[in-house]
């Protein structure tokens, strides 16, 4: 079973930039589809991006993030990152990486979960 910890949120100005990193811990992170995932105060919880398994060599984004947003991991360090450009004050939110067996976008797909990162976007 993976555990996942996130880490690397905080709080920028509209245009900024901020790289997630979230650290999973046992010896099968390779081959998980890892997901990043959002939540607003008083929203549902949002698809931001996943990658698959091994290489990652499929990647998929939700359209507001697709240009600004890149997901990418490093199965040597057993980690995967989400690097946020050009931020804007609709991106706060709760970030949360999560691991499932074969990649998809519906949060119920995902069977373990980080405990979550803040990011604040705001002048």
């Known amino acids: 079973q993976v555990q996942l910890v996130e880490s690397g949120g905080g709080s920028v100005q509209p245009g900024g930039s901020l790289r997630l990193s979230c650290a999973a811990s046992g010896r099968t992170f390779s081959n998980y589809a890892m997901g990043w995932f959002r939540q607003a105060p008083g929203k549902e919880r949002e698809f931001v991006a996943g990658?698959?398994?091994?290489?990652?060599?499929?990647?998929y984004y939700a359209t507001s993030v697709k240009d600004r947003f890149t997901i990418s991991r490093d199965n040597a360090k057993n980690t995967v990152y989400l690097q946020m450009n050009v931020l804007q004050p609709e991106d706060t939110a709760v970030y949360y990486c999560?691991?499932?067996?074969?990649?998809?976008?519906?949060?119920?797909?995902?069977?373990?979960w980080g405990q979550g990162t803040q990011v604040t976007v705001s002048s």
């Open positions: 999560a691991a499932t067996p074969r990649l998809a976008t519906r949060w119920s797909e995902y069977d373990v």
């Open positions: 990658i698959s398994g091994w290489s990652g060599g499929s990647i």
